[in-house]
């Protein structure tokens, strides 16, 4: 099974921040790994898929990057609405398997 | 809109079932893959089981192999899960999500608003 881990667990920052988040694999695979974001009591969003194609509808402020074991998600410009948690997620094989999670607090 | 809809969460106690249902609308069912994800109070997300856009394949996450099957009924855009033998740690909100297509597949791009299964 491949493995996923975040880092940080959480991160305190002010709005306008660059916040990145990484998450490394224990497997290296090419570009399978998307990033979710989830804020209290909802259901999570997918933000990027294939390491670094943005889901319709996000901000271009959300960006991805990587490949192989190593994959980073970059916010530009942190907004209020941007205060959550988020998740790595590797696409590659069975089973699926999530990052433990990146809390962003102001 | 394309919209998934949960229902049949509730309280069991440690040993019984449940099933759980998703209703789906707004898009071809029939033709996504649909998985089951589940979050336990507090924790992260753990991906439960995928079903194929025709039911023929199945995968499941090796907590709940041999206890929860899924399945779907693409006549009634609906899928289901259904869970025996729960356990105490089996208690989380379980949320269906779709496929992605193409570069997205085995990403979830739509989900439900999650059913609660508290086994105590």
């Known amino acids: 099974d491949i493995q996923m881990t975040q880092s940080p667990s959480s991160v305190s920052a002010s709005v306008g921040d660059r916040v990145t988040i990484t998450c490394r694999a224990t497997q290296g695979f090419s570009s399978w790994l998307a990033w979710y974001q989830q804020k209290p009591g909802k259901a999570p969003k997918l933000l990027i898929y294939a390491a670094s194609s943005l889901q319709s509808g996000v901000p271009s402020r959300f960006s991805g990057s990587g490949s192989g074991t190593d994959f980073a998600l970059t916010i530009s410009s942190l907004q209020p609405e941007d205060f959550a948690t988020y998740y790595c997620?590797?696409?590659?094989?069975?089973?699926?398997?999530f990052g433990g999670g990146t809390k962003v607090e102001i | 809109q394309v919209q998934l809809v949960e229902s049949g969460g509730g309280v069991v106690q440690p040993g019984r079932s449940l099933r759980l249902s998703c209703a789906a609308s707004g898009f071809t069912f029939s033709t996504y893959a649909m998985h089951w994800v589940r979050q336990a109070p507090g924790k992260g997300l753990e991906w439960v089981a995928r079903?194929?856009?025709?039911?023929?394949?199945?995968d499941y996450a090796d907590s709940v192999k041999g206890r929860f099957t899924i399945s779907r009924d693409n006549s009634k855009n609906t899928l289901f899960l259904q869970m025996n033998s729960l356990r105490a740690e089996d208690t989380a909100v379980f949320y269906c999500a779709r496929d992605g297509i193409a570069a997205a597949r085995s990403a979830f791009d739509i989900w439900g608003q999650g059913t609660m299964v508290t086994v105590s």
């Open positions: 079903i194929s856009y025709d039911g023929n394949d199945k």
């Open positions: 997620q590797q696409a590659n094989s069975f089973p699926l398997t």
